[in-house]
């Protein structure tokens, strides 16, 4: 695994080289193994491969339980990759489904189109993206007759009320995710107090037309491999309908990135779902896709109780 992301490292440099640390990586592992043992595969006594995970309760908000298993928390040699994954997952799978597990997830290394592969002939497809690139200003036109500003604690009301579109947005077609609760206003006042925290809100003719948020430290959420010193990363994005196609979106995070630049932070992540055209397109324009979450919804599960 450590060589994977190392290999990744030369393609993205922007990373940092915490998970090229096999001691790093050893130490979480013993950690995962102690609260949910995983798998080996053996060849003639020679380790080739292994495969551990998370039981996650009420996973993603759909009240299903679900077994994640990390970018780190799995590898297999490149020679026969395919095979060894099958192995892996073939007894994960019966370990799963006794834990009474209803979705089982995996996170891939972008780069390793093997491990992609391998995943995919198992049923997996692909649900979240994430991505990263460097703390550097776009090359962008402002929308004319467009402000961007820092927000401020005056714009607690705003912001609620920009998230609860927001938040809409992801119950309907083609995204159908599981219900999201929007922030209230005072929580965004908040939010926005906190350092490195920050809200960039975007006006057109004084009215309200889209924001984008970060956060950073043990907040940060996403990957482990982007949880690293000098991050930043964005938790939320929205421009209202209307104003889609004018760069608004590409403004707002052109202003931030200047910022952030000033504070002297090198690195700008984001995750985002595959199935959100609107995401896809735009995020895959700035940034640099380093992780590929997977996700496999059994048609049916004769978990403990249902047995």
Same mark, same amino acid.
């Given at each position: ?13 922007? /990373?940092? +080289?915490?998970?090229? &640390? ?8 013993e950690e995962m193994a102690a609260r949910s043992p995983g798998f080996m595969a053996l060849d003639q006594e ?8 998370? /039981?996650?309760? +009420?996973?993603? $908000? ?8 990390? *970018? ?15 192995? /892996?997952?073939?007894? @994960?799978?019966? %370990? ?6 209803? !979705? ?11 491990? *992609? ?22 090359? !962008?036109?402002?929308? %004319? ?36 609760? #929007? ?5 965004w006042q908040q939010f926005s107090m906190q350092t490195p925290n920050g809200v960039w809100l975007a006006f057109?003719?004084?009215?309200? !037309? ?8 043990? *907040? =940060? &959420? ?6 690293? &010193? $000098? ?29 952030? @630049? ?6 700008? %992540?984001?995750?985002?779902? #595959?199935? +959100? ?14 992780? =590929?979450?997977? =996700?496999? !919804?059994?048609?049916?599960? %004769? ?5």
């Amino acid at each position: 695994f450590c060589k994977e992301v190392d290999l990744l490292r030369q393609q993205v440099p922007v /990373l940092s +080289n915490m998970l090229v &640390d096999c001691a790093t990586v050893t130490a979480w592992l013993e950690e995962m193994a102690a609260r949910s043992p995983g798998f080996m595969a053996l060849d003639q006594e020679e380790l080739v491969g292994y495969l551990g995970w998370w /039981l996650v309760d +009420n996973f993603r $908000g759909t009240g299903r339980r679900g077994a994640y298993c990390p *970018e780190w928390a799995h590898g297999a040699y490149r020679d026969h990759k395919q095979h060894i994954y099958q192995a /892996l997952y073939r007894a @994960a799978a019966t %370990a799963w489904q006794e834990a009474g597990c209803q !979705v089982h997830a995996i996170t891939l290394l972008a780069h390793d189109h093997a491990a *992609e592969k391998a995943w995919f002939w198992q049923g997996f497809g692909l649900a979240v993206i994430d991505a990263v690139r460097a703390v550097q200003p776009l090359d !962008v036109t402002y929308p %004319a007759g467009m402000t961007i500003r820092p927000a401020t604690e005056v714009d607690g009301a705003t912001l609620e009320t920009l998230d609860a579109e927001h938040t809409a947005h992801y119950v309907q077609s083609p995204i159908f995710m599981a219900p999201r609760r #929007s922030c209230k206003a005072v929580v965004w006042q908040q939010f926005s107090m906190q350092t490195p925290n920050g809200v960039w809100l975007a006006f057109a003719d004084r009215q309200p !037309v889209g924001f984008i948020s970060f956060v950073g430290g043990d *907040e =940060l &959420d996403g990957i482990d491999l982007l949880r690293m &010193d $000098g991050v930043i990363g964005i938790n939320g994005a929205y421009v209202r309908p209307a104003y889609r196609g004018r760069g608004v979106a590409a403004a707002l995070l052109d202003a931030a990135l200047r910022a952030y @630049a000033a504070l002297g932070m090198t690195g700008c %992540a984001v995750n985002f779902e #595959s199935f +959100n055209p609107e995401a896809a397109i735009f995020w895959t324009r700035y940034f640099t896709p380093v992780c =590929l979450s997977l =996700l496999r !919804v059994p048609e049916w599960l %004769a978990t403990p109780h249902q047995a």
